[in-house]
């Protein structure tokens, strides 16, 4: 914080937030929360837009740069195009309870809609809430619905709508997709109605980021009506969108068409189309040739073609990545500096100049990815030293090197990655045989004792992305216990008590600045422990024909084309 | 002579299912013969077409043996910094995704594909003859049981018994030449067979018969010599067929694990850089392929040729 701070306005707007909001303002006063950091904890905890440009006129900090509004705004485009976008295709129904999979979230998008939306720079503004506040020990949550919110099939939207679909979400005995983030979190007698436009969420523990939890993240949620069957959903499309469903074909593609009725402001395009593919080879000769306008999604490998200049890229940082891990409790790699040799013999930059063309973000072993506002960045990033990985190797006993297997997916740049590292392996005397799998053979049952993926010495496993780290420092790295349920992906079988307890904190904690003192703990625990070697977070890309403007992806893998337009 | 071209075609994995019954099999060996004549060898060396086949793989062969010593790279070293380039003098056939030589790796691909192929075929034929001869000498229960079992699997795609092989023991050499093997050997014991019903009531071995020679000594000292040029013929043929089964494989992911260098797991791990116009990527390794296919091919129509004539 370098401006000059209105004390007296700012303890005027400081009587108007809560607690945990008033010590967000404060963090950001004092400087320890960057402008960036705070918009962004601030859209969480429920400060609303106007409320937060006050707060930053009065710290001294303009209010009317990029950071509150987001893109989805700013539409300059004509309206009335017919805009063509290939996805991949969605694996099973489209039901909003049981979606798990991206060519199905991106169609529950395309009609429904979230109480908010995590942007593209992951701060969070309201769709159908208007606001959200904690309490002071953020366990309980107070939602305020938007007034005036028509389903396309006339039904007005009501707090009900709201209980009714988290309750149905939330049911443990359910088979809902969205139980894995609120396992734990969330039960259906904790949604609780308050009148007609307001619903609380009662927590079963405090969570200072369960907002993201209400967001276009938890990609399942999007609001239903009351009572409505979410099997039947596939033929109604049923939401409060911007989009109505035209018509639905499976394995095939969709077409919606403008919402006249709409809440907001109206959708440009009159009329979109969505042709589903497999692979993403056709979908890029499908763009190419000029027969869609855009590609959802596209990794490098093998679309290098369209990195030519010749096409609108859009490059979203993400948390996606993948996981090498290696075996705590096996030999040789239950000596950390056995580990920390393996680690040490990569040359990162380079690896994402050749797999990502530069595309992706340096990975520094821990799941704190450069796009996360709470990931500590003065821990220094591991670089490549074969020296240093001799001689850790040579005091675990190693001098003469080892022998090990690596088993992996046969998936986009996963193989290649494998070859690298065995290739760098190699400089210290670690032969790594590499063993690639069709993903099904690799995954397994995806129990331990039953899955390559969680039993082999080495294993190298795909992530994608989410927009807090807390399932990546989770699932995989703390201790398994079946009866808790804890450590259910930890392939690296990493036990550590200590690492067990920053993660309790980190998760805990509700503002920025102690989040990064903790991370920065983990991230330092971890460097030196190295379970698990994260090498890069790869970068979310989308590509757009030159003419087309006002397409809105997001890290998760939503397309939204409510601001398209063609020139 | 023996019609061995006529019985070979309906046997092509997938293909047409023959009659197995006598009356289908329209072999005609006319006179006992004593293996594959002498002379054949220098009829053969006549042939230009089996030169240029036997040179293309005396230099494949010669590769397997002593690529590593020829290629101008180590085929496994990685230059990350100068991945994806193009032919140039310094690397004629360019670089793959990991930077690594592909002319290298096509010189040192050839050895997998050059240990398992033969074996597989030389598998398939052992087990293809003795089962022919066994179905075919022994005739009555034996042929039809047997028989059946050889139709039943003859139905299911190749691809797919590899796969359910494969996927059972696990992806190595080994398993290759024995899932490829096992799959040629009703192919082979089929031609095999037919080749041995119209030998079976020719007078020599009514002799040997009369004579109390046993069965197997007949099946195997009278019988296979004269059914010799069949199984030759086979043999080449089948030689292809396992370059591509083989290719196929190790493209699909089932065969040589990487980093090894091999021509089908390198069309597969680079050829969705074609659309980026890294088409010497996979040009190479495909042409390497094609050449050994043709040169065999080249091999088993002059060997046919030869033994027709």
């Known amino acids: ?567 | 002579m023996t019609d061995i071209a006529g019985n070979a075609a309906p046997l092509e994995p997938g293909g047409p299912l023959g009659t197995l019954g006598p009356a289908g099999d329209m072999v005609t060996v006319a006179t006992p013969v004593t293996a594959v004549p002498r002379s054949a060898w220098r009829l053969l060396l006549r042939r230009p077409t089996f030169i240029i086949g036997a040179v293309i793989i005396v230099f494949w062969v010669f590769c397997a043996i002593f690529g590593h010593a020829i290629a101008p790279y180590n085929p496994l070293e990685q230059q990350l910094l100068f991945n994806n380039t193009g032919p140039s003098s310094a690397h004629w056939f360019g670089t793959d995704t990991l930077g690594r030589d592909v002319l290298s790796r096509v010189l040192v691909g050839a050895r997998d594909i050059l240990v398992v192929t033969p074996l597989a075929t030389i598998l398939g034929t052992i087990l293809g003859t003795a089962l022919g001869l066994a179905m075919g000498y022994l005739g009555g229960p034996f042929d039809l049981v047997v028989g059946r079992f050889v139709e039943a699997v003859l139905a299911l795609p190749a691809v797919i018994i590899a796969f359910l092989f494969i996927v059972a023991l696990g992806p190595s050499t080994t398993t290759l030449i024995v899932v490829i093997g096992l799959i040629f050997t009703p192919l082979i014991a089929r031609t095999v067979r037919a080749a041995v019903l119209t030998e079976r009531n020719l007078d020599y071995l009514s002799s040997a018969r009369l004579l109390g020679e046993r069965p197997l000594r007949i099946m195997f000292r009278e019988i296979l010599p004269n059914v010799m040029p069949a199984i030759l013929v086979e043999f080449t043929v089948r030689l292809g067929y396992a370059v591509f089964a083989v290719a196929t494989l190790s493209f699909l992911g089932f065969g040589v694990q990487p980093p090894t260098p091999d021509w089908g797991s390198d069309i597969a791990a680079d050829y969705s850089g074609l659309l980026a116009g890294y088409w010497w990527q996979v040009l190479f390794p495909a042409l390497a392929i094609a050449s050994l296919v043709t040169a065999v091919n080249l091999i088993t129509d002059s060997i046919e040729q030869v033994l027709n004539s």
């Open chain 1, 1 to 567: 914080m370098t401006g000059n701070i209105d004390h007296k306005r700012l303890g005027r707007l400081r009587e108007d937030q809560g607690e945990i909001a008033n010590h967000i303002i404060d963090e950001f006063a004092a400087g320890r929360l960057s402008r960036r950091d705070f918009i962004r904890r601030a859209t969480v905890v429920g400060i609303s837009v106007p409320a937060l440009g006050s707060i930053l006129a009065a710290c001294g900090s303009s209010s009317t740069s990029s950071g509150t509004s987001g893109s989805t705004a700013t539409a300059t485009g004509a309206p009335g195009a017919v805009i063509k976008a290939g996805i991949v295709t969605p694996t099973a129904a489209i039901n909003p309870v049981t979606v798990a999979d991206q060519g199905g979230l991106d169609m529950l998008a395309q009609t429904g809609e979230y109480l908010c939306l995590s942007s593209q720079t992951l701060q969070l503004q309201p769709v159908l809430a208007t606001s959200w506040t904690p309490n002071g020990n953020s366990d309980i949550w107070t939602f305020k619905i938007r007034q005036g919110v028509k389903f396309h099939n006339g039904q007005a939207l009501t707090a009900d709508d709201v209980v009714y679909t988290y309750q149905l979400h939330t049911n443990p005995k359910g088979n809902a997709n969205a139980l894995s983030a609120f396992g734990g979190v969330l039960a259906p007698a904790g949604v609780k109605k308050v009148d007609d436009f307001t619903v609380a969420f009662h927590l079963s523990a405090p969570n200072g980021n369960f907002p993201y939890l209400t967001s276009s993240d938890n990609y399942n949620m999007i609001i239903l009506p009351k009572g409505y069957d979410p099997t039947k959903w596939e033929s109604t499309f049923v939401g409060t969108g911007p989009f109505k469903l035209g018509s639905y074909t499976p394995k095939s593609g969709a077409t919606f068409t403008r919402n006249a009725s709409y809440w907001g402001k109206k959708a440009l395009p009159s009329q979109t189309v969505f042709t589903f593919y497999d692979s993403q080879n056709p979908s890029i000769l499908a763009l190419t040739g000029g027969t869609i306008d855009v590609v959802g999604q596209f990794a490098v490998s093998g679309a290098e073609e369209l990195l030519t200049g010749n096409y609108n890229i859009i490059k979203l940082k993400s948390a996606a990545h993948r996981q090498l891990s290696m075996r705590c409790d096996q030999g040789p790699f239950t000596d950390a500096r056995v580990r920390q040799a393996v680690a040490l013999t990569l040359n990162r930059p380079q690896i994402v100049q050749a797999l990502f063309k530069g595309y992706a973000d340096v990975g520094n072993d821990s799941p704190f990815a450069p796009v996360f506002p709470s990931t500590n960045t003065s821990i220094p990033q591991r670089t490549a030293d074969v020296a240093k990985a001799k001689s850790l190797l040579t005091a675990a006993g190693h001098a003469a090197g080892f022998s090990t297997q690596l088993v992996t997916e046969q998936f986009v740049e996963i193989p290649q990655y494998a070859q690298i590292v065995a290739q760098a392996a190699q400089e210290i005397g670690v032969k790594i045989n590499l063993k690639v799998e069709s993903s099904s053979a690799y995954y397994g049952k995806a129990t331990f004792g039953n899955s390559d993926w969680l039993d082999a010495t080495m294993s190298l496993v795909d992530y994608g992305h989410r927009s807090v780290p807390n399932v990546f420092l989770t699932a995989p790295l703390v201790t398994t216990n079946a009866a808790k349920g804890t450590g259910p992906w930890n392939a690296a079988h990493f036990k550590n008590a200590q690492y067990d307890k920053l993660v309790g904190q980190y998760i805990a904690a509700s503002d920025v600045s102690s989040q990064k003192t903790i991370a920065g703990q983990i991230e330092t625990l971890l460097l030196d422990q190295t379970p698990i070697i994260f090498g890069y977070f790869y970068n979310y890309l989308t590509a757009t024909a030159k003419n087309v403007t006002g397409v809105y992806p997001t890290a998760i893998g939503h397309l939204f084309l409510y601001n398209a337009a063609k020139s």
